[in-house]
Structures are given as C-alpha cells and as structure tokens.
C-alpha cells in the first residue's frame, strides 16, 4: 500500500504544471511545491529530526502549514498540529504530551510560544521573522536540494490531532499514513471530485475536515486555496478569483456567506458540490444553502478525528437532520444508553450512543499514552462515538447530541467546565453552568446560566472572560442570571433543565454589598 509521500510523488508526475497550492502571492504547480517540500526534509535533517519524532505546528492555514504537512508525511516526522490560539500553559501540555522535538510557530502564535517553558528547550522554526536561535522557514525552502524520497512505509504514524473532552485533558489521536491515505480517498469518492477539482483551505490544519481537504485535493492533483483565517469578504473573492468547485465547510461559515450584503453580488457559479461536517445543520440555512448555489451534490459529514467517517449523506436537502448510512469504510450501530457490549442494540427510533467499527481501513487505534480512555472508548471492536442518536424507520442515522454535553458551536469543540471554571473566579458570581443552545448560525451558541452573589452586569462578565484569556470562540453568547442553578440529590448539575428552559430567571439583581 501507499505511503502517503509516495501518493504525493504520483500527483506530481501525473501533473507537474498543474496548479496545486495558491496563498496571496503565492502560487505553486505541484513540481515547485514538490521542491519545497523536498528542501524542507533536507532542513529536517539538519535541524536533527528523524523518522518518528512529533513536530508541534501552532499555524494558520498558510501554505507554509501544507508544506510542512507534507514535508513531515515523507520525513516519517509525526506532524502534531494544534490550535493557533493556544496559550503559552497548553502549548506546554502539547508539547510534553507529545513528546515534541520541535515547534513551528507564526506571528499570531510567539508570544505563547515566547512563554512556554518547554519550547525554549526545543529546536523552534518561525514563518515570520527572528526569534533568537530560532530557524527560519524561509530560509529551510530556499536550499536545493535532491527530490525527496519517502522514508517510511504505510504503517508509520502520520498525524496527530488532539480531541478534547468536557473534564479531562485533550487526547491525542494518533493516525497511521495507510488510514489518512484510506481517509483521503473515501473522502474524493464520497464527494465525487474529480479532475481540476478546486477546494477553498478554510477549515484549520490542525481538525480532521482541514487535513482531509488538504490530502484529497493533492492525492487527485486538485488545487488548495488557503484562507489562513475566515473572511466571509475575503472567501467570496477567492471563490471567485480561484473559481473554487467544491466547498466543505461547518455550517457556521455557510451562514455567514449567504447572509452576507456582498454574497448576492458574489460570482459563486463555480461551486458545484457543497459538503459540511462539525455540527448539525438547521433546517432554515440547508434550504438556502440549496436555493443559493442549486449544487449537484450536498453531502453531510459525520464522523471524528479518531475514524474520519461514520456516515454519509449525499442528498443533505432531501432529508434535513439525517447523517445518512455508514461510509463506504464503515459499519455503523446505534447501542442502548450506557451499553456495556456492542451487541446491546437500540431499536429502530430508540436514542442510544452511536457505535462504529474500530477495524475501519480510516480508524485509529488507540489514544496517544491514554490506556483508560482507550479502553472506554474501544470495545468489544466497536468505537464508542459518545455522541447519542437513533435510527428511523429507513435505516437513516440522526444525530441527538453529545453524551458528555460537548458544545460543538461553529464547528469548534467547547468544554463547559473550562468556561464555568473562568466565571467561577468573578467575586460576583454565585453558582454557574454552562450550556449550548440551539442557533442558526452557530448551531449552538454557549450560554451561561449565573445565579449571583453580588452586583455584576453581562457588560461585566464579557469583559472578564476577555481578560481572562478566554478565547473569542468560547465566551458565552447569551448569560441568563437565575435564582438557582438546576442539580440532582448529588451535587451534579442539572444542564438538560437548562437546554429545556427548565429554570427561574432571577426576580431582581442582588442589592450592593457595603
């Protein structure tokens, strides 16, 4: 089987001269991007990285952050991506997690960089100028060098993204080169792309929808528009510009380009596949999705970053809500809430835990020095999703929520304990519990349900979530002060009151304290 360096080396001698990757000025055919990358594994080399250490990137998409993808893919390097938002305690997490080597970072990104403690140990490659004794990116492509060869085989690790759970650390997901490749290829077949297929490089490289754009357009010698941060302007232009043919995106970004004043005046006709993943999406912006671009194909996407697909719908419109049947790498089963074995099954229109294959060509194998949560989560050869769902009467899966109350708004993960943890510490705030709610824009939005102790005003508690480091992403959209936070006998909160309305706003804001 293919290695993932050696599917690459096949598109360019396929092509050569066909446009592959384009960033602002940048423009490169594949046998130029092919020479990048060849120069950056020279670089890995004598930097000291070999086969089978992990390189932390904290990037944009940029074409720099594609290049390094690849260059890592032929240099057996384990590329660990992770948020470009990340502050300078998480990135110390990641890169001991991971047992880095080294870091690749940008503008956006040195001063989290510039504080963790563990980067400073390390060899650090910056895109954008000096860091002291860091490397310089620009410097690492502009040596020639021999076309690199691929170094290891498909059973070498490739990747590792980081998912993250309501109350514990994130957890590293390991990918193997032979399950990215099967990845890539199940997503060209099930989103039918074909030759000269354009994508738009929106969704970040450090998430599975970002990685597998990236791959499916250079295994069939497509072509990769980066767009290093959403810009509903910016995105229109390109699209136009690029003449983008395919979109996949999370719902949350689809809003905002058909909401936007600009997108009427928009040349989008040359997008003729639409596909989303990351959430839900309302029934309202499916059927304007569907009127605005009248695509020849609207795939929903459902799976992880740990088995890339679950199920597949390639006629979104037709069925709002439904996630579709299995992909063509994958069984899929709805178990009974709190199943121990795989072989407790739901009935037909019974909510349960979504389960899936673990021996899927796309799966991994296992979290990254996390035995107890592997064990949870793999059993009886069955992948425990944590996500809750049915199946209809047809055989179609629909997707309910989370088990673990995961806030998936705008496509983004959102722990609830890490926000009610940052409110927790406002001298004014009593009791907090935090929810997602349903929105057509976001598909959830985060809400915060505060029971006060003294005075404080929503301008307040904006300000502070700000101030406290707390990204733009997971600050709370909506803050309802109530007379008491819902909780069982036990002390647990009670979040399902809350999504139900199931509560008491507060009758008047607490007199000042003197």
Aim: aromatic fraction near 8%; hydrophobic fraction near 40%; charged fraction near 25%.
């Amino acid at each position: 089987m293919f290695d993932l360096g050696t599917s690459f080396i096949a598109s360019v001698e396929r092509d050569p001269e066909a446009l592959a990757i384009v960033d602002r000025d940048i423009r490169l055919t594949y046998r130029q991007w092919y020479a990048r990358v060849s120069a950056l594994v020279a670089a890995f080399d004598s930097a000291g990285l070999r086969a089978g250490d992990h390189l932390v990137t904290v990037l944009q998409n940029r074409w720099e952050a594609a290049t390094l993808h690849w260059a890592c893919q032929f240099a057996g390097i384990v590329i660990t991506p992770i948020n470009w938002r990340a502050k300078a305690e998480e990135v110390d997490f990641y890169l001991e997690n991971s047992e880095a080597r080294a870091i690749v970072y940008q503008d956006i990104s040195v001063a989290a960089v510039g504080q963790s403690k563990r980067a400073r140990r390390l060899c650090r490659i910056t895109l954008d100028g000096s860091d002291g004794d860091a490397l310089r990116f620009s410097d690492m492509v502009a040596a020639n060098g021999h076309e690199a060869e691929p170094r290891v085989s498909s059973d070498a690790w490739s990747v590792m993204l980081y998912t993250s759970g309501t109350t514990s650390r994130p957890k590293g997901v390991p990918r193997r080169h032979r399950a990215e490749r099967h990845a890539a290829i199940a997503h060209v077949a099930q989103n039918m792309y074909g030759s000269g297929e354009r994508t738009l490089g929106v969704m970040p490289l450090y998430h599975t929808m970002g990685v597998r754009s990236l791959l499916s357009m250079s295994l069939i010698g497509g072509l990769f528009v980066c767009l290093p941060r959403y810009d509903t302007a910016r995105a229109l232009e390109l699209i136009a510009r690029e003449k983008i043919s395919n979109l996949y995106l999370v719902p949350t970004l689809y809003h905002d380009l058909v909401h936007s004043d600009a997108f009427a005046a928009s040349d989008v006709s040359s997008v003729r596949k639409l596909g989303f993943a990351g959430a839900p999406m309302p029934d309202g912006l499916l059927r304007k999705l569907n009127e605005a671009f009248r695509p020849e194909l609207f795939v929903n996407h459902y799976g992880s970053s740990e088995i890339y697909t679950f199920t597949i719908d390639q006629k979104a419109e037709a069925k709002p809500g439904s996630a579709g049947r299995s992909g063509i790498n994958q069984r899929v089963r709805v178990a009974k809430l709190n199943a121990v074995r795989a072989t407790e099954i739901a009935e037909i229109g019974e909510e349960g835990e979504i389960i899936a294959l673990a021996s899927s060509d796309e799966a991994f194998e296992g979290y990254w020095q996390r035995p107890e949560a592997t064990a949870r989560a793999l059993r009886d050869g069955w992948y425990f999703t944590g996500d809750t769902g049915f199946v209809d009467k047809d055989g179609d899966l629909f997707v309910t929520g989370r088990v673990d109350d995961m806030i998936v708004t705008g496509g983004e993960n959102v722990s609830p304990v890490e926000i009610e943890s940052c409110l927790s510490l406002h001298p004014a705030v009593l009791e907090v519990a935090v929810v997602g709610l349903p929105d057509d824009r976001w598909g959830k939005i985060v809400a915060a349900f505060i029971k006060r102790g003294g005075p404080v005003e929503v301008d307040e508690l904006n300000r502070f979530c700000q101030e406290s480091g707390l990204a733009n992403f997971k600050r709370p959209r909506r803050f309802v002060f109530v007379e008491d936070v819902p909780k069982s006998p036990v002390g647990k909160l009670l979040r399902r009151q809350l999504v139900a309305g199931d509560y008491t706003e507060e009758r008047g804001p607490p007199a000042k304290q003197s």
